[in-house]
Structures are given as C-alpha cells and as structure tokens.
C-alpha cells in the first residue's frame, strides 16, 4: 500500500486534475471579489460616481452656507435678523434664509440644495454677531 510513504512523499506525487484547477481558481476569484468589496473597499465605477457627485454636492453647499453666513453677518441690521432666525422655528429656518436673499449669490444660476439649511444651523449656533474689525490698510485710502 501506499499508506507508507510519508506526507512529503505524498504531496510531491499529487497532481490535482484540471477539473479541481478550475473550480479552486474559480473559488478563489470569488472570495477575493467577496473579500474585497465588504472589507477591501472597492467600489463600483456607478457607486464611485454616486460618491463624487454627493462629494460634489455637499462641498458646494458648505460653500455656499459659509458664504451666506458671511453676507448675513455683514449686513446693517445682522443683530435683530439674528434675534428673528432664533425666533424661528428650526424647520422654517431655511425659508427665512431663502427668503431674506442671503444664500443668493452673484452669477449663481442653480440653487445649492442644502444650503440654506447649514447657513441657518451655522447662524442658530451664533451667541451674537461677530465685532467686524477694520484693518489699517482698508482705512487709508
């Protein structure tokens, strides 16, 4: 019998048939997809898009929400608009930057979804307006 040959001896004389290659090549492909799209974070080229474009979206809205702030807090009467935003119950907040024209911007074409609410959320988290201090070289003309 061949029980005798030690495992060394064995292994060197075993040669696996094309049908095992095949579906152990076959296995291996898949659990490499299966390991690398759970835990290796590949992604599809659709989801890549979705990301970029959500990517895309959220940062032209921070843009815009910092802009906005920025143009809220520099208007003449920031304090009592800021009393009312405060006013104002949280889901109407937007409305009332929309409605104020402080999330509109010069040669915008297109509104920034999601814009008016992080300007709102951003100036609700205000104690007051910030001083504006004027720097020298703006004085001197």
Do not use: H
């Amino acid at each position: 019998m061949e029980d005798n040959r030690t495992i060394a001896q064995r292994w060197d004389a075993y040669q696996p048939s094309k049908t095992l290659w095949f579906w152990s090549l076959a296995g291996v492909a898949i659990l490499t997809m299966i390991l690398g799209f759970t835990a290796g974070g590949w992604t599809t080229g659709g989801t890549a898009k979705q990301m970029a474009l959500m990517s895309a979206r959220d940062a032209r809205a921070e843009l815009v929400a910092n802009l906005c702030v920025e143009k809220f807090v520099s208007a003449a009467d920031a304090s009592q608009n800021l009393a009312k935003l405060k006013e104002t119950s949280s889901y109407q907040r937007d409305s009332f930057i929309t409605d104020g024209g402080w999330i509109n911007l010069a040669g915008m074409k297109n509104k920034a979804p999601g814009a008016a609410d992080l300007c709102a959320d951003k100036l609700a988290a205000m104690d007051a307006i910030p001083a504006r201090s004027v720097s020298p070289s703006q004085t001197s003309g």
